[in-house]
């Protein structure tokens, strides 16, 4: 028989507190907590460890997993990207689970997969079988591939950007350009960081439930796990992919970006060569050492002016001779 509330109201005394309960198994979900809903956890379980309750109010835990003789703590980071900062960064769920319970604690609030995962629970009795009615060990998987799921739409936004960054190096390597593989490059570093170490955590998590190390968990989860970690593995490889790819485009911008300056210095530098004579010829007929008498004659001024369109041609068929213009 399942026991739930019906909407997403908060606890008496407005905690940032909720239940949902199938069977004998409740699951308690925290979202931005207080000192006021640890110290209900505190009372409730009182075989919680203070220290893990402790960091259940911090944001700077890294991700581990605490054994205990009737329950699990695990602290892990999902990505969650920041679209001011343009940026994904690490979003913390810390999770007790024991036989008959589960409690997830969020502190920002922004896990969306999170949150929607519990109202589907709380509002839908079919999804509350089938998500609660195996066990905690089974709810516990299912929070957890939630939030991995989550990240493979980032990674074909990653893609979708390198695709889109591919034609504009080609088609304009400006600074825009540069600066867009710049943002996409710290994108992925830090989609790295975030990764990396649930790595260990879940594969340390899937070799303690094929040993069965774990007897208040009742159902065979090392595959559930596995799969888990197959994705994350899959994740990470993902981002080396695209990492290489990122610097290979990073590269190209700047060759082209070189390029580009130095077919600009090219043509400056004929430019002024071939001003050079023109200038020479035109200093040498205004001074002061020519005669008079050819400073106002037409005849002069026309041969120079041939003269100096003669030289100018010159040096460009010598230039175009030679392949350089």
Not at 131 to 136: C, D, F, I, P, Q
Not at 303 to 317: H, P, R
Request: aromatic share 10%.
């Amino acid at each position: 028989m399942a026991v739930v509330q019906p909407t997403r109201e908060k606890q008496p005394a407005q905690m940032n507190l909720w239940k949902v309960t199938w069977g004998d198994l409740t699951w308690t979900y925290i979202e931005r907590p207080t000192p006021r809903e640890i110290d209900i956890l505190a009372k409730e379980y009182t075989y919680f460890h203070p220290l893990n309750l402790e960091d259940c109010l911090s944001r700077i835990q890294r991700p581990k997993i605490d054994e205990y003789d009737e329950h699990l703590f695990t602290v892990l980071h999902f990505p969650v990207f920041d679209k001011q900062a343009r940026i994904s960064l690490p979003s913390e769920v810390d999770i007790f689970v024991g036989k008959n319970f589960l409690v997830t604690v969020h502190c920002g609030g922004d896990l969306k997969p999170l949150a929607k995962l519990f109202k589907e629970c709380q509002l839908d009795e079919q999804l509350r079988r089938k998500y609660m009615e195996k066990g905690s060990g089974y709810l516990f998987y299912q929070v957890i591939d939630r939030l991995v799921d989550a990240i493979f739409p980032m990674l074909d936004k990653i893609n979708d950007n390198i695709e889109s960054l591919q034609d504009a190096v080609i088609s304009k390597p400006v600074p825009q350009t540069a600066q867009g593989i710049l943002v996409l490059r710290r994108d992925i570093i830090s989609l790295r960081r975030i990764i990396r170490p649930q790595i260990d955590v879940i594969d340390g998590l899937e070799r303690n439930l094929e040993n069965q190390k774990y007897p208040f968990l009742d159902e065979d989860l090392g595959v559930y796990f596995g799969d888990i970690g197959d994705h994350l593995h899959k994740i990470r490889g993902t981002l080396e992919d695209h990492r290489e790819i990122v610097d290979s485009l990073s590269d190209t911008s700047n060759w082209l970006t070189s390029h580009r300056i130095q077919e600009i210095m090219r043509v400056l530098t004929i430019f002024i060569a071939v001003l050079m004579p023109v200038e020479l010829l035109s200093t040498v007929a205004g001074s002061n050492t020519i005669p008079a008498s050819w400073v106002n004659n037409t005849n002069v001024f026309i041969g120079t002016v041939i003269l100096q369109v003669a030289v100018v041609a010159g040096m460009l068929y010598f230039f175009r001779h030679r392949r350089w213009i």
